[in-house]
């Protein structure tokens, strides 16, 4: 069952009916002020950090659901009834109801009454404020008189105090209202002032969240609006709102605009000058044509088209839409998350730096040096850290004992590898950085060198390294005694960021490292291969006790995906056991929704696995399909060069895919999941924790240079696609340092990898990789697959 | 306005309407399984800790307030009409309605559409459980179809990752049903199991809230209750409740009665028996009847019968519940506390101690002890513990700096002397208990000792001792460079533990600890009195820099209360002086709803003052009525023989006395609350934070010790009056040390205090101390004011 579809000429997912499964929402965002919007107007915002200056609050989780956000209320003077354009909080029903999620902006549009109402809400670029434009209509033969109310309900800036400590919380809000302004802060002023305006006259104004709603009302029937009027409360305490009222008088046919700028100031007389601003309808509309300019641009720097119009409508808008979502935010802030403990993660956010250092390559230099900057000076690193002071820290749930995650570090090394690839900024190796714990600084170089020493020197009893607190699986925690659990996907991605090393130090003149940490590669090429092969697949780790995991001879668990595809991705398996060990992934792991983490789920809890087992069988990491995971198979198809399975894993993972079952699915069918239960759950097919996952950013990265095989290598652009047999061909306009590559690729012999001729500006080159121009100009590519 | 009124001969509060102010509440508890509810069944349970054993889930501060809770809904097989007899959350209007809060259980009782129905809600004393007892009468001539759905919605066990850590605890819950029984878990059964049963024949059940309530819906409009039949829905992740579906059918006049059980046991076996005991109405009868004579037990310890009936109703039934309530749960739970952070507070639990140990001497030995473990060997205590693991720690406002409360280890002496005063169990100084820090141990006398040496270790440039992160207000916390603030008022609390001390010596044989707590009880009265007279009462502290507060030269906080109500109660003030500063805090604080804890408030934040000047003018500790102080000058007035001043000040702050100003005061007439907005403030009056307060103990311990004049001395009870002229007299039925005192006091003079003539058992007495007796006998004493 549909909700919607794809406008893909606005960039825009169309909402066509307001009660999707859950809320589906969207992010608009300067990457500073970010507000999440739904389609029936719920959500919330904040100010850089969502656990320290949260400006709207939000109620996860909540009954009635998606609740409070960003409602605006329709008062019909003759008849007393009111309504919201977004259905949501009231309920009633519409005439016509459309939800627009387009890029950095939503438009709410309804009908009732012979009323049109259209709301857009967006965040300017550079301002740290959100504008809800409504325009009114009026479509009946009658004059109308309405009254508009606004209704937003503020956070106590302490997100988590705002949850946890009411008694002390509920006695700080202060707001004042002057000059058409409602300002609020906490007593102390410490974080600063919310402001909310607009640009018609206000009739009258509440700032205290009970005057407005009324006793044992709620949201969908406030007092105030029911009366017609507000009360001009003031919060001293409780619980501050914004809600204001316009009067608004149509005559037949006609239409007219107010807007609503809720903001954030350090200083009160800071507001001054932005409120004067945006006054100016003009203004408004100019900042949104900004907004709708910078995605143009951002997304002109890789456009595909292929015979699929849904690949190229989630490899051209969506999932580089998503990627950079997740690169502001990484899984801090969502309708799922709640902005409060996660920080920004270390490798989530190590990770998200490949999905957008093709587009904001500034950026991501900048986050590599926040991230090595949370580096121990023995190699490992914070798990996380907070954007608004950087300063890192351990979630709750890092065993004391094992006081570091195995992968974490070693991230570092691929996404500074992925940038240098991108970019040529070899100088980025050469920034000095000080580490967390001592006065001693490095190189971003020796930072990374000695993320790898970390490594080596945490090896376990069977010569691969030791879990820690857990590896990428955040919940394979392998507890016991000897703190002996070790990870063998870890050795896969230790060997992978070796591979990096050595190009690096091979680029950077350290000769001698490159020779060791060849010979290195190599060591654990052959360990791996000696240990950890279990007949059919690779193993996925030891026990603190010696078990094998992930292997034939386990009851549950017997074969996980990661191992498997990282053999390949890695270039650890040889082509026979990479074949071998991604025939059993696609004979054991796939499903019509995806492929999964494992199989059989575990049954019951086991001490010795430990956060895995606390879930029930096809959920989260104990055997649910979680999407992060699919991506690096399709990358492993196609190193392989089997374009059809990649392709079919691509669309069966990808969200437009699941459009038409939205009722299953449940979550945003433009936007990646973090998972979907898997096939021992009742609701198999079911997906949950939309946006923020690692898999917006490798699903990017598997359609670019695993499908599409287009990869930023040291000296030039590499073309290798992988594709299925049936497509004819492809292009590209990729931008890459400083030049354009229009790519067209021709596939006349229906094969799925394999180039036999590449022309650059009409000159046929040898090999696969396109020379670096540096020069602003267009080049014409032509690519002959066979 | 009135919503209530007391019924003394049942010991209940009557709500008569269901829109209060605020949820009316009642603490169901056998000190182990807590269930709190409102008077429209709104609340939640836990066990033993709410942090980590939270059964059901609530909504702190929600629209729509007061959500979820224990609700039963009345579907109506003819009509598809249904209700809920609580009002909410169906919030339909009901053609009677009442809620009765009793001692430990509460009755919602109402009547529509001819069907009366009445749910009486409890905790048994000896079972993990709460009972929802219904009997629904049909007053109609037809015959009636009904279906009984039950509704409760989980917690997931841990508080806070229910409300924080929704991508991971959204996917543990685990229910089954079967033989009529739900059960709930997480997957990992760590925390136990939790079960739901009734003595009807289930038609159906729903385990899974979004499968229940529906897409968009909440509480109020549950799409299986308007469907009229539930979906046998199990969760496997997600939100568990337990609903369940029950037929009723009643010919006219008929009356029936179905039970629903609600409990938790570690093992799913152990569940089994408990259901079969409560499948027999009788067995509830009597569980119900056991639960009625504790309190009938509990309140007969102390019951006093004065000319003021409303004094009589607080003293002899609503304060002592309280009393048991704060023990219970110090500030930990409650609709305002929300259960996560704050544990046990230290201070909190010894203050707590003293409103119950005439009546649960056990427990508070018990508690005592458990407060020493949590003593370092410096002397210096955690601010709080958790309940499960007795363990203690700091709350995140400990400054780092100065990382103790001034106050905390002080308040060991004082309860562990109100324990021993009431007991005579000298023996509990002997008790050996380790440090929190060390692998040493000591007697509590000794652990008593090094609290006061701490103290003494910590002296500041004006001889008081430093005020650490805070004294006793928690948000004065005179931060600055020097760790320099000092505290006038522990100074205070500093000789009055001292004069405790002193008698712990004598009476334990310390004859040198004697001397040396009397030389230093002298020198610390002398010098307080030098250097803390302002004039006209005493000063509060001085700041880090040395600035005086409390002060008639400075613009705000000139006057604060509690140094001099602490001045007369620790006998520092010399009568004179008394009177001078209980005049001055009569002549600046007093209000018509009570006293403030200083003036005028702080009007900006002050970076010297610190948590203080967080809070808008009037609230919480920036000037409110803090209704904890208020008894503390009770017993103050009391000491210097005002009888009439103190029983004015008992009265206006008294709960009773809110009754007929319910709408300004909005929290409960029949309870205390932490807070009353002062006059400073838009909503003058309005209180906060009802139930979890100091406030409680106190007050209880300004009736019986201040006005009515009894106190438990080491050899003997004290009599020694303070009361009204105009009270003819007043009689007590106190039980002290395995006698019963039938104390009949007469005031022939009309004085407020002054002894003539004691006759115990007719004899006459010299002194005011009646004999120790421990006959298990009643005695007559016959008291002559004047």
Not at 72 to 93: A, G, H
Not at 501 to 521: P, V
């Amino acid at each position: 069952m549909k909700y919607g579809y794809f406008d893909n000429p606005r960039k825009e997912y169309v909402i066509s009916r307001p009660d999707t499964p859950t809320p589906w929402i969207n992010y608009l965002s300067n990457s500073e002020y970010c507000a999440m919007i739904s389609n029936c107007a719920g959500g919330y915002s904040f100010h850089i950090d969502p656990r320290d200056r949260r400006i709207l609050r939000y109620r996860y989780n909540n009954l009635p659901s998606d609740r409070p956000g960003r409602y605006i209320y329709i008062y019909d003077d003759e008849s007393s009834d009111y309504w919201s354009p977004s259905w949501q909080p009231v309920l009633k029903d519409l005439d016509i109801y459309e939800c627009r999620h387009g890029l950095g902006y939503t438009i709410i549009k309804s009908r009732k009454e012979g009323i049109e109402a259209e709301v857009t809400y967006f965040v300017p670029l550079s301002d740290n404020l959100e504008i809800w434009k409504l325009t009114i209509h009026n479509l009946t033969k009658a004059c109308k008189k309405l009254k508009i109310f606004s209704y937003a309900e503020f956070c106590l800036w302490r997100a988590e105090s705002d949850q946890n400590d009411l008694q002390y919380i509920q006695n700080v809000a202060y707001t004042e209202f002057g000059d058409n302004v409602i300002y609020y802060s906490l007593y102390d002023r410490h974080p600063g002032y919310a402001f909310f305006t607009t640009n018609g006259d206000i009739l009258g104004f509440d700032c205290d969240r009970e005057e407005f709603i009324g006793p044992y009302r709620d949201e969908s029937n406030p007092q105030r609006v029911e009366e017609g009027k507000c009360s001009n409360s003031i919060a001293i305490g409780g619980n501050p709102i914004a809600a204001t009222c316009n009067k608004l008088i149509l005559d037949s046919q006609e239409k007219k605009t107010i807007f609503f700028v809720l903001g954030v100031v350090k200083e009160k007389k800071h507001a001054k000058d932005i409120i004067e601003k945006y006054k100016d309808i003009k203004k408004v509309e100019t900042e949104f044509s900004k907004l709708c300019q910078f995605w143009t641009d951002y997304l002109k720097k890789f456009k595909v088209n292929t015979p699929d119009e849904d690949f190229d409508t989630i490899v051209n808008i969506w999932n580089p839409y998503q990627c950079k979502t997740t690169f502001d935010w990484s899984r801090y802030v969502s309708f799922y998350e709640t902005g409060i403990g996660r920080g920004m993660g270390f490798r989530d956010s190590s990770q998200d730096t490949i999905g957008v250092n093709y587009a904001l390559p500034e950026r991501v230099r900048q986050r590599l040096l926040d991230l090595a900057r949370n580096q121990f000076a023995d190699g490992h690193v914070y798990h996380l850290y907070f954007p608004l002071s950087k300063k890192g820290g351990f979630p709750n749930y890092l065993n004391p004992n094992k006081p570091y995650f195995s992968d974490d570090h070693l991230w570092m090394i691929i996404a500074v590898y992925d940038y240098i690839m991108e970019t040529g900024d070899l100088k980025i190796l050469n920034e000095t950085i000080d580490f967390v714990d001592s006065d001693s600084e490095a190189s971003l170089y020796n930072h990374l060198k000695i993320a790898i020493d970390f490594t080596l020197k945490h090896i376990g009893n069977h010569g691969l390294p030791l879990i820690g607190s857990a590896d990428w699986n955040d919940t394979l925690n392998l507890p016991g005694p000897n703190n002996a659990g070790e990870s063998l996907w870890v050795a896969l991605q230790l060997h992978f960021a070796l591979l990096s090393m050595i190009e690096l130090a091979s680029e950077s003149n350290h000769k001698k490292d490159g020779i060791k940490f060849t010979n290195l590669a190599e060591q654990i090429k052959k360990h791996v291969n000696e240990v950890a092969w279990d007949g059919e697949w690779y193993i996925r780790a030891f026990t603190d006790s010696g078990e094998v995991i992930g292997s034939s001879n386990n009851d549950n668990g017997k074969i996980y995906v990661n191992p498997q595809s990282w053999a390949v991705i890695s270039r650890i398996a040889s082509k026979e056991r990479a074949t071998e060990a991604l025939n059993a992934v696609k004979r054991y792991l796939n499903t019509e929704y995806g492929v999964m983490l494992f199989t059989p789920p575990y049954i019951e809890y086991r001490d010795d696995l430990g956060g895995i087992t606390t879930f029930p069988p096809s959920l989260k990491e104990n055997g649910s399909i979680f999407c992060h995971t699919n991506p690096w198979l399709i990358l492993a198809e196609c190193l392989l060069g089997r374009g059809d399975i990649a392709y079919e894993y691509f669309n069966q993972i990808s969200p437009i895919s699941k459009n038409k079952i939205a009722d299953i699915h449940r979550t945003e069918p433009y936007i990646f999941s973090q998972m979907i239960t898997g096939k021992f759950h009742p609701k198999f097919g079911a997906a949950k924790n939309s946006w923020l996952t690692g898999t917006a950013a490798w699903t990017l990265r598997s359609a670019h240079q695993g499908i599409l095989g287009i990869t930023p290598t040291m000296h030039g652009l590499m073309i290798n696609p992988c594709i299925p047999q049936e497509w004819d061909g492809f292009t590209v306009v990729r931008y890459f340092r400083g030049a354009i590559y229009e790519i067209n690729v021709k596939n006349p012999n229906h094969v799925s990898k394999g180039i036999q001729k590449i022309k650059v500006d009409n000159v046929k080159i040898e090999g696969k990789i396109l020379p670096v121009f540096n020069d602003s100009q267009d080049h014409s590519i032509e690519v002959i697959m066979g």
